[in-house]
T-cell receptor, first 112, second 108 residues
Framework: NAGVTQTPKFQVLKTGQSMTLQCAQD?????MYWYRQDPGMGLRLIYYSASEGTTDKGEVPNGYNVSRLNKREFSLRLESAAPSQTSVYFC???????????FGPGTRLTVT | GIQVEQSPPDLILQEGANSTLRCNFS?????LQWFHQNPWGQLINLFYIPSGTKQNGRLSATTVATERYSLLYISSSQTTDSGVYFCAGDTGGFKTIFGAGTRLFVKA
């Protein structure tokens, strides 16, 4: 049982490049989330997927797109990276009934 | 939107000391949780505590939902308690809001 996994762990992009961050969970959770964490700040919700087949915007969705590929996987795409998207990205999942939210190890992204 | 205020923002403790961290919400929240982010960046759920009191070893938490605040107690602190403590909640649905965190450093 690996929990929530994220790939890659680190990434450096040039302005304008695109990339997809991958997230997978093996806990059969319904809901999945993407957050970003900037230095000295808490986490801010980018997008979430309440259940397979649905996605919704969070607090800071501009510049991102998501895909809930199946129940296990939830990907985050940056179509045209900007320096303001330099951050640490966390994926999380939660099971039915709203209990503990489980986080992946994070992806540290730098956009130059 | 809802505001989450955590205090104190920074805290330095001598090993063995006790502390209380506070989380205030500007509006009623559901599904209140406390997290610890260790110095390596890993986020661990400490408590799911929408109301009442829970204890887990040296840590305990109390949420008074009617007054929109929650407290995290750390007793007999250890150096491994260092890191950032976050509270988070939602106002219905799935949009979780995090506080800015309390940065704790425990000195040996």
């Amino acid at each position: 049982n690996a929990g929530v996994t994220q790939t890659p762990k680190f990434q450096v992009l040039k302005t304008g490049q695109s990339m997809t961050l991958q997230c997978a969970q093996d806990m059969n959770h319904n809901s999945m989330y993407w957050y970003r964490q900037d230095p000295g700040m808490g986490l801010r919700l980018i997008y979430y997927s309440a259940s397979e087949g649905t996605t919704d915007k969070g607090e800071v969705p501009n510049g991102y797109n998501v895909s809930r590929l199946n129940k296990r996987e939830f990907s985050l795409r940056l179509e045209s990276a900007a320096p303001s998207q330099t951050s640490v990205y966390f994926c999380a999942s939660i099971g039915q009934g709203w209990y503990e939210q489980y986080f992946g190890p994070g992806t540290r992204l730098t956009v130059t | 939107g809802i505001q989450v205020e955590q205090s104190p923002p920074d805290l330095i403790l001598q090993e063995g000391a006790n502390s209380t961290l506070r989380c205030n919400f500007s509006d009623s929240v559901n599904n209140l949780q406390w997290f610890h982010q260790n110095p390596w960046g890993q986020l661990i759920n400490l408590f799911y505590i929408p109301s009442g009191t829970k204890q887990n070893g040296r840590l305990s938490a109390t949420t008074v939902a009617t007054e929109r605040y929650s407290l995290l107690y750390i007793s007999s602190s250890q150096t491994t308690d260092s890191g950032v403590y976050f509270c988070a909640g939602d106002t219905g649905g799935f949009k979780t809001i995090f506080g800015a965190g309390t940065r704790l450093f425990v000195k040996a």
